[in-house]
């Protein structure tokens, strides 16, 4: 494809409830990024992935997330038990290469926008 | 631990007149720092990176470290320069960093 695609665009989730939001990277991109952005703040780091390993995963805020990318390309990012402060717009960045590419900055997504009532 | 402020959260500004969006940040090493856009309804995308001293869309920005400052400047707004504005910083441990945005508004 030609950027970085999400899915679902918007998801509302009664809390409690289990969520998957889906990245699609860029194709060839060896190094994945996951960001949460809370209303009126920047993006924040979750996770880090390069190929199917996930090297960093500092930022998570609890044991409830989970991200994977098992085969290098696509990722996921789960969150269990789905809590009221985790509404927030869930951002995807992607790019080729990191030592020689990192420079051209990161390619991101739309995002997932969620909202837990 | 790296940080990057924006002390603005709002700026309005006159077609045609001077921009100055502020950008500080504080890290150890030496950080490579770079300005992401954000227009209605679109996705975040990169701006320019102090690495290349490049001018977009008649924007720049010089990283000065001894003030670690990387103010993004534009000597005349456009209206479709309206648009969140965020700086980021990129270090060792790979991940950006962001400022909470300046939001741009330019006035007809």
């Known amino acids: 494809g030609a950027g970085v695609s999400q899915s679902p665009r918007y998801k509302v989730a009664k809390r409690g409830q289990d969520v998957a939001l889906r990245c699609d990277p860029i194709s060839g991109h060896v190094s994945l990024f996951w960001y949460q952005q809370a209303l009126g703040q920047g993006p924040e780091f979750l996770t880090y992935?390069?190929?199917?390993?996930?090297?960093?995963k500092s930022g998570l805020p609890s044991d409830r997330f989970f991200a994977e990318r098992p085969e290098g390309s696509v990722s996921t990012l789960k969150i269990q038990r789905t809590q009221q402060e985790d509404s927030a717009v869930y951002l995807c960045?992607?790019?080729?290469?990191?030592?020689?590419?990192?420079?051209?900055?990161?390619?991101f997504g739309p995002g997932t926008r969620l909202l837990v009532l | 631990a790296q940080r990057v402020t924006q002390p603005e959260k709002l700026l309005s500004v006159f077609k045609g007149a001077p921009v100055e969006l502020k950008c500080n940040y504080s890290?150890?090493?030496?950080?490579?720092l770079f300005w992401y856009v954000q227009y209605s309804r679109q996705r975040l995308q990169l701006l320019l990176r102090?690495?290349s001293r490049e001018s977009i869309k008649g924007f720049t920005a010089d990283l000065n470290k001894g003030e670690t400052s990387f103010h993004l400047k534009k000597p005349f707004a456009q209206e479709e320069d309206s648009a969140m504005y965020y700086c980021?910083?990129?270090?060792?441990?790979?991940?950006?960093?962001f400022g909470s945005g300046t939001q741009l508004t330019v006035l007809p």
């Open positions: 102090h690495i």
């Open positions: 992935f390069q190929n199917e390993a996930q090297l960093d």
């Open positions: 890290y150890s090493g030496s950080p490579e």
């Open positions: 960045a992607s790019i080729i290469w990191l030592r020689t590419e990192a420079r051209k900055g990161q390619y």
């Open positions: 980021a910083l990129s270090g060792s441990a790979r991940q950006l960093t």
